[in-house]
């Protein structure tokens, strides 16, 4: 019985020895995929990172353009306002 259990064993060692060249090149393959997913992570992140300060300059641009054109509207009404008391003043 011994015997047997050793040819046994001596058996799944030797299937088990074999897998292993098998499964250390799909280890290493399984961890060359997760340091290029990372490495794809990582510029994903830097690309938006670029695009928020590209997007907060715009915003910001937006909003100066918006103050130019507020401050313009109200000079044309101010001097809409001053137009017509001219008229008035001369007319009277």
């Not at 030797?14 to 060249?21: A, D, H, N, Q, S």
């Not at 340091?35 to 992570?41: F, I, K, M, S, T």
């Not at 909003?63 to 001053?82: K, S, T, Y």
């Amino acid at each position: 019985m011994d015997l047997r259990h050793e040819q046994v064993a001596q058996q799944e060692n030797g299937r088990i020895e074999g897998r292993i060249p098998e499964e250390a090149a799909e280890v290493a393959t399984l961890k060359e995929t997760v340091l290029q997913l990372e490495e794809d992570n990582k510029t994903q992140r830097f690309e938006l990172a670029v695009a928020r300060n590209h997007l907060m300059q715009w915003e910001l641009e937006n909003a100066r353009l918006h103050g130019i054109i507020v401050q313009q509207l109200f000079r044309i009404n101010h001097l809409e306002e001053l137009l017509e008391q001219a008229r008035g003043g001369f007319i009277a």
